[in-house]
């Protein structure tokens, strides 16, 4: 398995409260993704990273912000979270651009309360 | 924009049965399909590809068809074993883009 460790795995927040969600990987991949997983919508890209300190929208990036300091990783920020932004996130990784064989993390689930 | 469809939200199937499972796109630009498994609380996890160049690509019980005129694809699972259920989603990577879109996934179960 790629080696990708998110953390937490599980995250219970108040509405209005930051939230940060971390992504570390050890592959040494370029390419760095954070999607949501939401029922009837299945996976959507929230943010992504073609490098370090290189970011870029993804399709729900309203509510999110991204950093990306060194290589290995990636950190997913809600700066004021909303019962909207309960989800089961998780991140990704590639070495290839277009994100061809996407490695993914075991995910998180976070519930705004 | 491209969009990937998969129609089909669930797909039931005997243990030794083929699964078909169908995924839809609108546009004709792109450099490659892909096929997702995901179990529960887990991360999705690569299955197979195509590009855009094939129409058919094979690793052990799973193929994968692309028919460009009709800008359907689908992945075929034969013989189906009840470790295959899970949900599968397809994805399309565009020329030039750094990223998958993805379907919203259809949950196979395979029945003993």
């Known amino acids: 398995d790629a080696g990708i460790t998110q953390s937490p795995r599980h995250k219970v927040t108040e509405t209005g409260t930051p939230v940060t969600l971390r992504c570390h990987q050890t592959e040494n991949h370029r390419y760095m993704y954070w999607y949501r997983q939401d029922p009837g919508h299945g996976l959507r890209l929230i943010h992504y990273s073609y490098g370090v300190k290189d970011t870029d929208k993804g399709e729900v990036s309203d509510g999110y912000s991204v950093s990306r300091s060194k290589t290995e990783d990636f950190l997913l920020t809600l700066e004021s979270a909303t019962s909207s932004q309960t989800s089961v996130y998780f991140c990704?990784?590639?070495?290839?651009?277009?994100?061809?064989?996407?490695?993914f993390g075991s995910g998180t689930q976070l519930s705004v309360l | 924009d491209q969009q990937v469809k998969q129609n089909s939200p669930s797909l039931s199937v005997q243990e030794g049965r083929i699964s078909i499972l169908n995924c839809d796109y609108t546009n004709s630009m792109f450099d490659y399909f892909l096929w997702y498994k995901k179990y529960p609380a887990e991360g999705p996890t690569f299955l197979i590809s195509?590009?855009?160049?094939?129409d058919k690509n094979e690793d052990g019980r799973f193929t994968v068809f692309l028919n460009k005129s009709a800008k359907h694809l689908s992945l075929h699972i034969v013989p189906s074993q009840p470790g295959d259920s899970a949900v599968y989603f397809c994805?399309?990577?565009?020329?030039?883009?750094?990223?998958?879109?993805f379907g919203k996934g259809t949950k196979l179960s395979v029945i003993p």
């Open positions: 990704a990784i590639s070495d290839s651009q277009g994100g061809e064989k996407l490695f």
């Open positions: 994805a399309y990577s565009g020329a030039g883009s750094y990223q998958l879109t």
């Open positions: 195509i590009s855009s160049i094939k």
